[in-house]
């Protein structure tokens, strides 16, 4: 499964100061036709989607990032690491990562495409139940729901567990009500699904 990791795989520069030998190492080189012809289209759909419409996005024109992310739903680039039994592609972590380098590429649209296929998806995705995981997961491969995740507060950013938000269970112990306040959301303003941290009893 895509979300798998091999623990004794080199990290980062770990090369350097571990011993290693040279096929232990990954080089861009070694990146198969699959992953390159992948990339490729992620490519090509910046130079098509994206590049033509950069003063549209920066007038923040309504509807315009939603439809970005239709179109890169429907190309396949918000399901490549998704488990293939919840409608993705299945596809290792390097193929996610070269099309992350690609699509940085992308302006404000790499923000909303990183967001709603890394912090919107991938928690659910590694923590979520099996019902949730069903419920969410093959909508968001697809985009037809669009992801956001809600962590920073105003008085709550690198150190994101002082936040205040609160969930209060309902008299009933059917839902939990939310209050508090979140900033710099992206996908906030159009998305269907947002995982918000808040605090339980005031401690979990
Ligand atoms: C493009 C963008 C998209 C974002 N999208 C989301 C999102 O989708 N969801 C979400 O929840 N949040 C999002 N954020 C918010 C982001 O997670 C926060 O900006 C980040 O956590 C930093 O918090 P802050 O801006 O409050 O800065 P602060 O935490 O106030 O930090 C300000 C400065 O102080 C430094 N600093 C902080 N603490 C220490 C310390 N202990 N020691 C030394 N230096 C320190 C920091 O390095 C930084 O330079 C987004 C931010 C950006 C820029």
Known sequence: MATETNPKALQGGEFLIRESAPQDIFIPEEFNEEQ?????????????????QLDRIDSLEEGLMPSLLDKAGELGLLGISVPEDLGGFGKDFVTTMLVTEVTGAGHSFSVAIAAHTGIGTLPILYYGNEAQRKKYIPK?????????????????????????????????????LINGQKMWITNGGFADIFTVFAKIDGRR
């Open 140 to 176: 968001l491969a697809t985009g037809e729901w669009k992801a956001s995740y809600c962590l920073t507060e105003p008085g709550a950013g690198s150190d994101a567990n002082s936040g205040k938000t609160k969930a209060t269970l309902t008299p009933d112990g059917k839902h939990y």
């Open 36 to 52: 390159r012809m992948i990339a490729q289209s992620a490519r090509e759909f910046l130079e098509q989607n994206v590049w033509t």
